[in-house]
Structure formats: structure tokens, C-alpha cells
């Protein structure tokens, strides 16, 4: 079984940051393999069960935009940016999956467009770009100056 990559101590994550100025791919490459496990924990923060994998893929392009965007000049450790790097990465795909799952309940869009509204809603289950389309519409404050066509 392959484990992860010791950490780099503060000299050697300065060394390949240097590297990494002047364009060396291999010291990037480094920089991303040595902090995979960094990934690994804070993706296990989030995971629920089988999607630890999967949440490790997501934190794994937030450490690598993480090194391509860190300013060494910052005063802060790769480390420390990373992490947040990393967990905003799995955060934003952990809300994108949110919405996604989320199911329209067609009683209360029904509820909600009662009257001369309610004839567009179609019998059969609503599409997500659709119900925000109609709650963006109805939740503005000028719903009074709104009118359907005939």
C-alpha cells in the first residue's frame, strides 16, 4: 500500500517555491505530491463514508491552484494558504452538490403561483433552472408591476 509524501520542512518548501518562480514544473509537482496529505485530512474532515475519494479529487485542484497562486512573499507558510485553498475547493463542491440534489416540490410551487399562474407549471416534475427562474421572478420586490402573458 503506497502512502503519502512526508511533509517538506519550511527550507525545502522554500527551495522548490524558488524553483517554481522560475518556471521549474518538477518543483510544482513536488510541492503538490508533498502536501497530498493535507488533502487527505481535510477531506476526511468532510466525507461522509464513500465520497472521501471523491472529496479528495476536489481538494487535490484547490492544492494545486493553491501553489500556482501562493505569494512566498506573504510572510505565511504554502501550508497554511493551501488549507484554505483546499477547503473552500471541497466546500464549493459539497454546495454545488446541495443544489443539485435538491428536489422541487411542486405542491408549494403550485401554492406559490396559485391563480392565473399556476396554468404554466407543467403536471410533471420541475427542472432546477426553472424553479429558480420562477422564485427569482416572484421574489423580486416588483412582483406587483409583474404581469403574466394571456
Known sequence: METFREPLTKEEES????????????????????????VAHIAKKYSQGEYCDDLISIGTIGLIKAVNTFNAGSGNRLVTYASKCIENEILMHLRSEKKKSRGADLSALRYFFSG??????????LDSELISLFLSVVCTDNVKQWSLPP
Open 15 to 38: 527551495l522548490f517555491l524558488d524553483r517554481l518562480k522560475s518556471g521549474d514544473i518538477e518543483a510544482r509537482n513536488m510541492l503538490v505530491e508533498h502536501n497530498l496529505r493535507l
Open 116 to 125: 392565473q399562474a399556476a396554468h404554466w407549471l407543467p403536471k410533471n416534475c
